[in-house]
């Protein structure tokens, strides 16, 4: 779960989605107001759940999948991402850059 690292407290699932909802990498905690940014590892692990969902689209084009089911697996694999998010997401004081 998403902790800041500043107070220690945990960010519910509902925090983590309104906090997280925003362009900006800085996240504003809800309990002290201090900037959080998510972890390197924490990113990287949200970009390959991100891909769960691409991946229906990706067997599509090699192999004859019914429309019905991409679309159950896009919709249900956007789901589990969005609810596993704030489970992967760990938070840092300062902003890490991938390079
Ligand atoms: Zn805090």
């Known amino acids: 779960m998403a902790t800041c690292q500043h107070c220690h407290n945990k960010w519910t699932w509902k925090q983590t989605m309104k ?3 925003t362009l900006n ?16 590892k924490s990113r990287t692990q949200f970009y390959f759940l991100t891909l769960i969902p691409l991946i229906a689209l990706l067997l599509n084009l090699f192999h004859n999948i019914p ?11 956007g789901a589990v991402v969005l609810s596993l998010f704030p489970a992967v997401l760990k938070l840092t004081n300062k902003e890490e850059f991938f390079f």
């Open 67 to 77: 429309v019905w089911f991409i679309f159950s697996w896009l919709i249900l694999g």
């Open 25 to 40: 990498t800085a996240y504003t905690c809800p309990y002290c107001g201090k900037k959080q940014y998510a972890t390197k």
């Open 19 to 21: 906090t997280t909802t």
